[in-house]
């Protein structure tokens, strides 16, 4: 049974496939049989990965038993609740360190706010040279159902907020939902040190950084059916802290205008002033809202 760390990776490992979903999970045992299925019946050549960070509700055992069904179903459980930026960079690890590595791997959540049917269409750009593929909300087509316009506003600012620093001409810098080919995702594995959620901002900037063809297609996010959302105050706190200092002050993002630059500036010049009350004041807001 081979390892990630010290953590055992259930499964069969000579598992070999086209493409490879990461699924993080932390108490998804009311979703995570359906969603598995549902993959399944996709008819693809696809191999899934579970990546439980050991929830009380026994998903992991869920997810034992559909291994008994299914062969191309590997599970790594690890020992606490570390966030969605580790889970996705275990991931990545994992699927780059079988002896037969999927083409491409897609991400997405495991509480149905991604349908698994939008799948193949974001595997159909990356069979096409594209090397990161995002399931959109924002761009024609895509949408998001029952979000309070509080979320909705939060969400456009962040992704407003990341476009301006990174330059890549993106409608939805923060979407889960996505396809990546394995050539990029052995690029950036390296530079990826995101923890939560700013992993998103994180794999985009990479891809941006080496000239990775990106493209969008649409999705419909639709809230949680089931369940309670897991984005904690400190997730929030720390994908923001994110996108308001590290991104804004680190000196090697290449802005392509003089509009870019002032952006920057502007954003700098509010980072410095900006208030660890009025900051927690946003965290706040955005957690309640579920925001990203």
């Not at 390892?3 to 932390?26: A, C, Q, R, W």
């Not at 979703?31 to 990546?51: A, D, F, G, P, T």
């Not at 024609?140 to 456009?156: C, N």
């Not at 290449?254 to 630059?261: A, G, M």
Request: aromatic share 8%.
């Amino acid at each position: 049974m081979a390892t990630m760390g010290f953590v055992p990776i259930e499964g069969n490992l000579e598992v070999k496939s086209d493409v490879g979903v990461i699924l993080p999970t932390y108490c998804e045992g009311a979703n995570v049989e359906k969603l598995v299925q549902q993959i399944e019946n996709l008819n693809l050549n696809v191999s899934i990965l579970v990546i439980d960070d050991s929830s009380p509700d026994h998903t992991a055992e869920t997810v034992r038993k559909l291994q008994r069904r299914h062969e191309n179903i590997l599970l790594l459980v690890r020992p606490r609740k570390s966030g969605l930026g580790t889970a996705i960079t275990d991931g990545f690890k994992v699927f780059l360190s079988l002896k037969s590595p999927p083409k491409c791997i897609v991400t997405m959540d495991a509480d149905y706010s991604h349908n698994p049917k939008d799948i193949p269409k974001l595997m159909g750009p990356v069979k096409k040279g594209y090397s990161l593929v995002i399931g959109s909300r924002y761009c024609e087509g895509g949408g998001a159902v029952d979000w309070s316009i509080v979320r909705l506003v939060i969400s456009k600012v962040a992704n407003l907020i990341a476009s301006s620093l990174i330059g890549e001409k993106l409608n939805d810098y923060t979407s889960g939902m996505r396809c990546y080919s394995a050539k990029m995702v052995s690029a950036v594995i390296g530079d990826l040190h995101s923890e939560t959620y700013e992993i998103q901002i994180e794999t985009i900037r990479q891809a941006h950084l080496r000239s990775f063809k990106i493209g969008e297609v649409p999705i419909i996010f639709t809230n949680r059916k089931k369940g309670k959302s897991k984005l904690s105050f400190n997730e929030i706190k720390q994908f923001l802290s994110y996108i308001f200092f590290k991104a804004i002050l680190h000196t090697d993002v290449k802005l392509e205008n003089t509009s870019h630059s002032i952006v920057k500036t502007c954003f700098c010049l509010s980072g410095v002033y900006l208030t660890p009350l009025m900051f927690n004041g946003l965290v706040s807001v955005a957690s309640r809202h579920a925001v990203i």
